[in-house]
């Protein structure tokens, strides 16, 4: 079985994954900060482990974003 790689566009698919990478940045830049400034709200007290709540909620909310991503349309 031979496969035909003729018919492959890289040049989108290069803009593709370029444009999949500016998107992970921004989750990642907006989730870090969601997390961080998160442990200041006042409902909350934070005795010395601020930095581990920044980071796991900085996680859950990267994983917030990832998940609320479109899918990338297939087939144009």
Known sequence: MQF???DRKLPDKAAERRQ?????T???IT???IGTLAT???????DGTRWM???VL????????VAMEPEP????
């Open 53 to 55: 709540g920044a980071i």
């Open 4 to 6: 035909d790689f003729t």
């Open 20 to 24: 999949a990478m500016k998107q992970m």
């Open 40 to 46: 200041y709200l006042p409902f909350w007290q934070w």
């Open 73 to 76: 349309k297939k087939g144009s």
């Open 26 to 28: 921004k989750d990642t």
């Open 31 to 33: 989730a870090g900060v």
């Open 58 to 65: 900085g996680v859950v909310a990267w994983c917030a974003l």
